[in-house]
């Protein structure tokens, strides 16, 4: 919160009245583009994507178009928000040549009040960032790159069907960083096919050498429908044990903290001032608008996603010349969000945060009834020490009153989380 507080800081309305937190919410938005190409399928990945390269033109254009007729959907109030980030994520945003980058950018600045101390992330693989391309990135507005890295293990690299090497890892990041980049995310993958934990601590020190700003750290999940979990099936790979994946969960912990990273959500830690701004926009219900194939938007009260399905979207998007087109589209899916629905999200987002769920927000928010669901579904894991509260006056005109998961909660957040959201009957 304190990150969010000073990013906030900045701006000078802040200063001349004091805003609600809902206020808050709505005068800032953030914006995601969804690329979905790739030029390779990884064996574990069930996000959007495909092949299909030569699209990438046609793509663009239908992207451009979209940028531009649903500025409307962040206005509250006849008031477009600030844009505090942009995530261009996919897929492999890196596959998508300069001045394609270059024209999103153009209409994205053009329609948009995108402020001037905006986060601008873009996804790259290592195998794309070759030096010339790495140069001409820093010719566009992106001041953040998340690096999907997974591995240093070449081994393992391979089980996993990435492009890259681990050798291709360090020299991408270290260009970048020579290039000028001073704001950069790798992710990581952890319980790896037949990855001991002396492994995983080999990953863990590699990845510290490179002193990169921000870590994504996250379990192999077994998506039902990819090749890892065919893979699995067929027996030609095993599932890590439960145990040595909480082995590998903590190294991670101790490792990160003992080398000044805050460990800031479960999956995530930064180095002091280097939260991802936008992921934390996600999990403090701000809204944001997602452009390009299965992006998903949000306006503060409900959501609504485009179709998975590139052709689809070129065809149908690419035609629509009124923000009209937009509503009830047929290349668009809604969902309207019930109060206990928007609770569980609040549940589900807030707790996996290290500044944790607010109860005095959650009870104005929710009203009496769902706070004390809260309270009371959370009582067993105050009892067994999963969860603290932590309630606090000091330098604050409203007291402070938080649920947080402790170091052990952690472990077992799903179903912590599962115990506490609303089951309508
Ligand atoms: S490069 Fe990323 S998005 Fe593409 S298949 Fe691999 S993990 Fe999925």
């Known amino acids: 919160m304190a990150m969010f507080l000073n990013i906030l800081q900045g701006i000078l309305f802040f200063r001349t009245f004091v805003p609600s937190y809902h206020t808050l919410l709505f005068i800032m938005a953030g914006i995601y583009l969804h690329v979905p190409f790739c030029a390779s399928r990884c064996v574990y990945c069930d996000f959007y994507s495909t092949l299909h390269l030569e699209k990438r033109k046609d793509y663009i254009a239908a992207l451009t178009r979209e940028l531009r007729l649903r500025k409307h959907y962040l206005e509250q109030d006849g008031q477009t928000p600030a844009i505090q980030t942009v995530y261009i994520g996919g897929g492999t945003p890196s596959t998508l040549d300069t001045p394609l980058l270059e024209e999103v950018f153009n209409i994205l600045y053009a329609t948009y009040d995108i402020v001037p101390q905006a ?3 873009l996804e790259a693989n290592p195998d794309d960032l070759t030096l010339p391309k790495i140069h001409e990135l820093r010719t566009l507005p992106v001041n953040r790159l998340s690096i999907g890295v997974q591995t240093f293990d070449p081994d393992k690299l391979r089980l996993l069907h990435r492009r890259h090497t681990g050798i291709q890892a360090l020299q991408a990041v ?13 992710d990581l993958i952890y319980g790896l096919p037949r990855q001991s934990l002396e492994e995983w601590d080999a990953d863990l020190s590699t990845a510290l050498s490179l002193q990169v700003q921000h870590i994504s750290a996250y379990a ?6 990819t090749r890892l979990w065919k893979m699995r099936r067929q027996h030609i790979v095993e599932e890590a044990d439960e145990e040595l994946s909480l082995k590998m969960f903590d190294h991670l912990i101790d490792e990160l903290s003992a080398n000044g990273f805050e460990h800031y959500e479960i999956s995530n830690f930064a180095r002091p001032g280097f939260r991802s701004r936008h992921n934390s926009s996600y999990w403090q219900g701000i809204p944001y608008l997602g452009c390009g194939p299965s992006a998903h938007s949000y306006d503060g009260q409900d959501r609504q996603w485009n179709r998975p399905d590139l052709t689809g979207y070129i065809d149908h998007v690419g035609r629509a010349s009124r923000p009209a087109d937009f509503d009830n589209a047929p290349w668009i899916e809604k969902e309207e969000l019930s109060l206990y629905e928007r609770y569980n999200d609040r549940i589900v ?8 769920l607010d109860l005095n927000r959650l009870k104005s928010d929710f009203g009496q009834t769902l706070y004390d669901h809260c309270l009371q579904a959370a009582a067993p894991h ?22 947080k998961l402790t170091r052990r909660g952690l ?4 179903g912590i989380m599962s115990d506490l959201l609303y089951v309508a009957d």
Do not use: H
């Open 119 to 121: 986060e601008i992330t």
């Open 174 to 186: 270290s260009d970048c960083q020579d290039a000028g980049f001073e704001n950069i995310s790798i």
């Open 220 to 225: 192999l999940i077994y998506e039902e429908g």
């Open 349 to 356: 987002t807030a707790l996996r945060t290290s500044d944790g």
């Open 382 to 403: 105050l009892r067994d020490g999963l969860i603290e509260r932590i309630s606090s006056t000091r330098e604050k005109q409203v007291p402070n009153d938080l649920l």
């Open 411 to 414: 472990f077992l957040s799903d």
